[in-house]
């Protein structure tokens, strides 16, 4: 049994993230970033879909590629949930990745000892160029913050967490997940798009609200995992609907056509 079939499957069950943004005018550039599993920010013009530039991050999650059905633990790569996979069924965890971190040390009742450690960073960046000027705090202490008035800051936070069990000390598993900060801002209707990806792999289109015609279409070559709108203060989360490839129909159309 393989992680990504599970990854696969969560991507299923959160299809949808909600979320808003506010637009400049209709002639105005708007720049989205779509973060993927394989740690890519991947900068592309809202409109239509022009790829600006690509900034490599480590994958967003990294945990164990073989499942043992006795002990394995499934990180849903949206948010950190945790999935318990046992006797060949999955089970939700009350708890998330980040939420297991904030509570560490602690044990459960049946003998699991948990144990995180977070690390938050602003990642310095040329909007335009998607140049990584900074990371801020900056390794070097002797290095000069970013003066770059156009500079635009995106937070990172990396959680580890390592799980152990005390009746069978071989039992043991670690994950990392990656988090970037979004900006979640009240409704806001006048988002002219829908964006729609498939769990299967990279491919996303994008579809006009109103029209329904597509906009546009592109193969990112990894999961996509979330949508930002990436504004003179970061990133901010927009909307976005994961599918089945076999559910694409819901939106009247086949986005993979080449008609």
């Known amino acids: 049994m393989n992680t990504k079939l599970f990854i696969f499957l969560f991507l299923c069950l959160s299809c949808t993230i909600s979320?808003?943004?506010?637009?400049?005018s209709n002639d105005d550039p708007v720049t989205m970033l779509v973060s993927t599993l394989d740690g890519y920010l991947t900068a592309v013009d809202?409109?239509?879909?022009?790829?600006?530039?690509?900034?490599?991050?480590?994958?967003?999650?990294?945990?164990?590629?073989?499942?043992?059905?006795d002990f394995s633990f499934i990180p849903n790569p949206r948010n950190g949930e945790l999935y318990l996979v046992a006797?060949?069924?999955?089970?939700?965890?009350p708890f998330t990745i980040p939420q297991l971190v904030k509570t560490s040390p602690c044990k459960s009742s049946d003998g699991i000892l948990y144990a995180g450690s977070k690390k938050d960073v602003w990642i310095a960046m040329n909007p335009e160029s998607g140049v990584h000027e900074e990371t801020v705090p900056p390794q070097n202490a002797n290095s000069c913050p970013v003066g770059n008035p156009e500079t635009i800051f995106i937070g990172r936070t990396e959680y580890k967490v390592t799980m152990i069990d005390t009746k069978k000390k071989e039992k043991q598993w670690n994950a990392t997940f990656i988090d970037y900060s979004s900006h979640l801002l009240p409704v806001d209707h006048r988002y002219p798009y829908q964006h729609f990806h498939s769990v299967a792999d990279g491919r996303l289109i994008t579809v006009d609200a109103d029209t329904r015609q597509v906009k546009w279409r592109k193969n990112f070559k990894s999961v996509v995992v979330n949508l930002y709108l990436l504004k003179g203060d970061g990133m901010h989360r927009?909307?976005?609907t994961s599918l089945l490839f076999n559910f694409i129909g819901i939106i009247k159309i086949n986005p993979w056509s080449s008609s």
């Open 46 to 69: 809202a409109k239509t879909g022009r790829e600006k530039w690509r900034y490599k991050e480590s994958p967003i999650v990294e945990s164990p590629h073989k499942v043992r059905q």
């Open 238 to 240: 927009i909307p976005s």
């Open 19 to 24: 979320g808003s943004l506010e637009l400049a």
């Open 87 to 93: 006797d060949q069924h999955l089970s939700r965890l």
